[in-house]
């Protein structure tokens, strides 16, 4: 298994620009996040979905949006990029075990906006 | 509102000693209190995690240490190793609520050797 995978590792955008964040599991996990981490802030919650066709605004949701059209793919989409789109962005998956719910990250996008 | 408060935003351990990293809760429906641990370059992975019908919690050098009525929790990390050098971040979430997790800010760790 692959895991939680990200494309891509790297972007570098423009002011105004757009672009979609690509994020594919092959776990068969229900649930499937999209975080961004700022130095010193921890993780953010950006949105979520529990299932395919289902999703849900986070704690930080403007300016950004989500589709869950297949169990496997959860992409994010940047609408009109600005400075404070700044960051580093991951996707997490994740199914109910017993009483715990291990969130299994990918390895991350990097972007700047300039 | 931030719901996880994390303390201390670094730390320095030598080789041998006690990491502890603590966290403070604001809402009481918490149910699940996982420590994920990150290195540089890479995406978070779950280290250890507990609920609250248990005060401690140990896996190897690991042990979370949970206090429902003050709603604090901490990470002990025993006999600390260079390897240990990471971000570890407390988070909380509870059962109804999808498994969203909500995350403290984290704590750099650095193992002297």
């Known amino acids: 298994n692959a895991g939680v995978t990200q494309t891509p590792k790297f972007r570098i955008l423009k002011i105004g620009q757009s672009m979609t964040l690509q994020c594919a599991q092959d776990?068969?996990?229900?649930?499937m996040y999209w975080y961004r981490q700022d130095p010193g802030m921890g993780l953010k919650l950006i949105y979520y979905?529990?299932?395919?066709?289902?999703?849900d605004k986070g704690e930080v949701p403007n300016g950004y949006n989500v589709s869950r059209s297949t169990t496997e793919d959860f992409p994010l989409r940047l609408e009109l990029a600005a400075p404070s789109q700044t960051s580093v962005y991951f996707c997490?998956?994740?199914?109910?075990?017993?009483?715990?719910?291990?969130?299994?990250f990918g390895p991350g996008t990097r972007l700047t906006v300039t | 509102q931030q719901q996880v408060k994390q303390s201390p935003q670094s730390l320095i351990v030598q080789k041998g000693g006690i990491s502890i990293i603590n966290c403070a809760y604001e809402?009481?429906?918490?149910?699940?209190f996982p420590w994920y641990q990150q290195f540089p370059g890479k995406g978070p992975a779950l280290l250890i995690a507990?609920?609250?019908?248990?005060s401690e919690k140990k896996e190897g050098r690991f042990t979370i240490s949970f206090n429902k009525s003050a709603k604090q929790f901490s990470l002990h990390i025993m006999d600390s190793q260079p390897g240990d050098s990471a971000t570890y971040f407390c988070?909380?979430?509870?059962?109804?609520?999808?498994?969203?997790?909500?995350f403290g800010e984290g704590t750099q760790l650095t193992v002297n050797p």
């Open positions: 507990i609920r609250p019908d248990v």
């Open positions: 988070a909380a979430s509870r059962e109804t609520s999808g498994s969203r997790l909500t």
């Open positions: 997490a998956s994740s199914y109910k075990q017993g009483s715990s719910y291990e969130q299994y």
């Open positions: 979905s529990v299932g395919a066709g289902i999703t």
């Open positions: 809402n009481t429906a918490f149910d699940y």
């Open positions: 776990m068969n996990h229900n649930y």
